[in-house]
């Protein structure tokens, strides 16, 4: 392996277009532009409303899009670029690399399978282990998602939601992936279930080295689990960092009324829903997306697209300003960690 390829993140998305074929010849530009990374044991939290191309992300990274869809850019898995060899690529990475629990999949179980039998299914399709390996090791997956070993042979009927959803974690963790993407884990599941499955995953992020991306429309549910968050609106990251500092610093306008929409845990902080809806993806977006819903727009943002950039100076260091409180290091090569795209947060900063 090069030095380049050890030192390389785990997963990194750069530069990530996915649009899909629509009937009449047009075209929804999903996902535009998407920049990620993700290292051992991280927790990402990506969160937008519904539409705003988490899902598609996703599946892009999985390599599952359908054949209506088109991707351009770059996914790598250490280094290796999976998108020239498209399927090919993929294929050798998924389940045995990255993992994902899907949208609605405690809701997907066979009915008429055992619930442990559909955990050894991905084992024996990808000859991790067969037979009784396979066996011991569903017993060993339950085990590791808080389910008694012997639940194996109970059909899903016979599970609760949350026990469905753990089940379904043990799947997608079946060929020991490093990467996990998990697509609205706790969606329909009470606020004590959900806040079990949370913390189930924050522990795999530990125990395993697992890095895990948790698709989300709810901020608090990235609030309870992650370290960092990517804030997506029609298609594009319009915010990212750690998500203490958007918690208390968020700069752009939509981060906020996502803040402001969501409910605290005990539910007695009164609820903003965001005025209007967003932009049709099949029609062309000419400056920036959220201009209808901003209350902050100004004329810049009715033709300029705002691209995402560092929120402050302390951020991201040019070479040769190194700040003479650290003398005897060297200039950040660091990548910024608080990023925004919006003209009016730039502007304030400017003035
Ligand atoms: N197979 C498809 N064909 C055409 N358009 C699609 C397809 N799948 C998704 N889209 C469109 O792509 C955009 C992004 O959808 P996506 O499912 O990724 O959003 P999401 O953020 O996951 O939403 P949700 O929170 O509802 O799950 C939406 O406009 C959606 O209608
Ligand atoms: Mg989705």
Redesign the pocket.
């Known amino acids: 392996m090069t030095a380049d390829l050890a030192t390389a993140p785990l997963l990194e998305v750069a530069g990530l277009h996915?649009w899909?074929?629509?009937p009449g010849g047009r075209e929804?530009h999903?996902?535009q532009d998407v920049a990620l990374t993700l290292e051992a044991g991280q927790r990402v939290g990506l969160v937008?409303?519904?539409?705003?191309?988490?899902?598609?992300?996703?599946?892009t990274i999985m390599g599952l899009?359908?054949s209506?869809?088109a991707a351009a850019g770059r996914v790598a898995v250490r280094g290796e670029d999976l998108m020239p060899g498209l399927e090919n690529g993929f294929r050798s990475h998924r389940w045995t690399d990255i993992a994902m629990v899907f949208?609605g999949a405690m809701n997907a179980f066979n009915p008429v399978r055992t619930v442990g039998w559909q955990i050894a299914e991905p084992m024996i399709a990808h000859g991790t282990a067969t037979g009784s390996a396979a066996k011991a090791r569903v017993a060993e997956l339950l085990e590791l998602v808080g389910i008694p070993a012997a639940a194996a042979t109970r059909y899903p009927h016979e599970f609760s939601g949350g026990m469905r959803q753990r089940a379904a974690i043990a799947m997608a963790l079946a060929c020991e992936p490093k990467i996990l993407l998990a697509?609205?884990p706790t969606t329909a599941l009470d606020v004590m279930v959900q806040a079990q499955i949370l913390d189930l995953l924050t522990r795999l992020c530990g125990d395993l080295g697992l890095a895990l991306l948790l698709?989300?429309?709810d901020l608090g549910v990235v609030a309870q689990t992650c370290d960092d968050v990517a804030v997506?609106y029609a298609?594009e990251i319009v915010e990212r960092g750690r998500i203490d500092a958007l918690f208390h610093d968020a700069e752009h306008p939509y981060t906020r009324a996502l803040f402001a929409a969501t409910p605290d845990l005990y539910g007695d902080e009164p609820v903003a829903s965001i005025p209007g809806s967003?932009p049709?993806?099949?029609r062309p977006v000419v400056g920036c997306a959220y201009r209808p819903r901003c209350p902050l727009a100004f004329a810049p943002c009715v033709d300029v697209r705002p691209v995402l950039a560092p929120v402050s100076a302390t951020t991201a260091t040019p070479p040769g300003t190194q700040p003479l409180t650290e003398p005897l290091t060297e200039p950040s090569t660091e990548p910024a960690r608080h990023l925004v795209a919006c003209h009016a947060a730039s502007s304030a900063r400017a003035t």
């Open positions: 996915v899909f074929e629509l929804l999903a996902v937008g409303e519904s539409g705003s191309g988490k899902t598609t992300t996703a599946l899009l359908p209506s869809a949208q697509d609205e698709v989300t429309h997506m298609g967003p049709d993806l099949a």
